[in-house]
């Protein structure tokens, strides 16, 4: 059988390294996306005999991503692949604080790694691969506070729900098109991961609802990183994955 592709960014650590071991286990084709190279997952990929390429990168400068994204795919074979797959999965929490005290390099980084990078990334995607006669899916990892702001949160809040609505965009391009890609924006739910650590560890002057977050944690509401990408990539196995474009793992 012909190899799946998938192109995952943040691909290091948290819920992206256990999607990255999990896709790999599964004998899946597979470029990570992320400033640091993982060391596990080249040992993973030699195990189960899976390809594996990881790219290096600082997504807050994302146009050279997409860029490679693009050439990698035009030297590519349109038939080597059954599925291909782009997981953007990659965000950043800046120092949490109001805006109006936040520090402007760091708001702007997290929109440029949360925003940008996923819309330079999917562009790239959509127009190298058009004309490929294969299913292409687009998985844009959200977060219910796109849907729902908290204060001191207004750059990632922005940044998750600037991702639902230009994945709704997205939608309504791709169904135009004889082949057109589907793409969800998919919550994954509240995991344990370094994210929950910062905003749990955050002052209350500085983020209200840090005791919220330290409940969370206390009950063992968190899910972990290897059941949340777990359910990610089964969401993509659903046969009418894209057809609900704003999604949530626990509204399945």
Not at 68 to 87: N, P
Not at 93 to 112: F, G, H, K, N
Request: proline content about 5%; aromatic content about 6%.
């Amino acid at each position: 059988m012909q190899p799946q592709l998938y192109i995952l960014t943040g691909g290091s650590r948290g819920m992206g390294l256990a999607m990255a071991r999990q896709l790999l286990a599964q004998g899946h084709s597979l470029i990570t996306i992320a400033r640091t190279r993982n060391a596990e997952l080249d040992a993973l990929a030699s195990q189960h005999s899976a390809t594996l390429e990881q790219w290096q990168h600082d997504l807050a400068d994302p146009a050279p991503a997409a860029l490679q994204l693009k050439q990698w795919f035009a030297a590519c074979q349109s038939d080597r692949f059954s599925q291909l797959v782009l997981i953007n999965n990659a965000g950043v929490i800046p120092p949490i604080a109001p805006l109006s005290e936040s520090d402007w390099t760091a708001v702007s980084q997290a929109l440029r790694v949360g925003l940008e990078a996923p819309m330079l990334l999917t562009a790239a995607f959509l127009k190298a691969t058009q004309g490929w006669a294969v299913p292409r899916k687009v998985l844009n990892v959200s977060s219910g506070l796109g849907r729902r702001a908290l204060a001191s949160q207004a750059t990632y809040c922005a940044a998750k729900a600037g991702m639902d609505n230009f994945s709704l965009s997205v939608a309504l391009d791709e169904a135009q098109k004889p082949n057109g890609a589907k793409i969800c924006a998919l919550a994954p739910g509240v995991i344990d991961t370094d994210m929950q650590v910062q905003l749990r560890s955050a002052s209350a002057q500085a983020f209200p609802d840090v005791e919220r977050f330290a409940q969370l944690k206390a009950s063992g509401s968190l899910t972990s990183a290897e059941e949340a990408g777990a359910r990610v990539l089964g969401w993509l196995e659903r046969p009418d994955f894209g057809q609900t474009v704003i999604a949530d793992v626990r509204h399945a």
